[in-house]
């Protein structure tokens, strides 16, 4: 079966040529998510706008508010570039809950459900941005 796109990171693969490919629309959209997720406004090349830019409120202070401006930003991006998504939940995942109370708690962690809409699917993604 031919593949839809590569798999990210590339890893060498000798089933679908010289990369390992991916080979399902869910799995290609759960990677461009977390992509555009990851990738900071910017960094992208002639498209300075694209991306969330989870790391950027890494050292950010730990509120409610904070959440709220993440879940927005996603809110945003998503319509702009991921239309066929619909986001239904973001949960944040707190230091306390993590079990790192009085400790060195600078991570970012959360839990996106998100529904494909052309393929009616339901899937969920989980993203954890460490200090280091």
């Keep these: 079966m031919a593949g839809l796109g ?8 000798t089933e679908d040529g010289t990369y390992q490919l ?6 290609l959209v759960s990677q461009n998510f977390k992509n ?13 706008h694209f991306g969330v830019g989870i790391r950027n409120f890494l050292f950010e202070n730990d509120s409610e508010f904070l959440y709220s401006e993440i879940s927005s930003e996603i809110d945003i991006q998503v319509r702009k570039y991921m239309p066929f998504i619909i986001v239904t939940d973001v949960l944040f995942v707190t ?7 009085g400790m060195d708690n600078n991570f970012l962690s959360m839990q996106i459900e998100y529904t494909i809409a052309p393929l009616n699917t339901i899937d969920n993604l989980e993203i954890t941005v460490p200090h280091n």
């Design 6 to 13: 590569p798999k990210l990171p590339l890893i060498l693969g």
């Design 36 to 48: 555009l997720l990851l990738t900071s406004p910017g960094e992208r090349m002639m498209d300075p």
């Design 95 to 101: 230091p306390e809950m993590a079990g790192f109370a």
């Design 22 to 27: 991916i080979k399902t629309y869910k799995n």
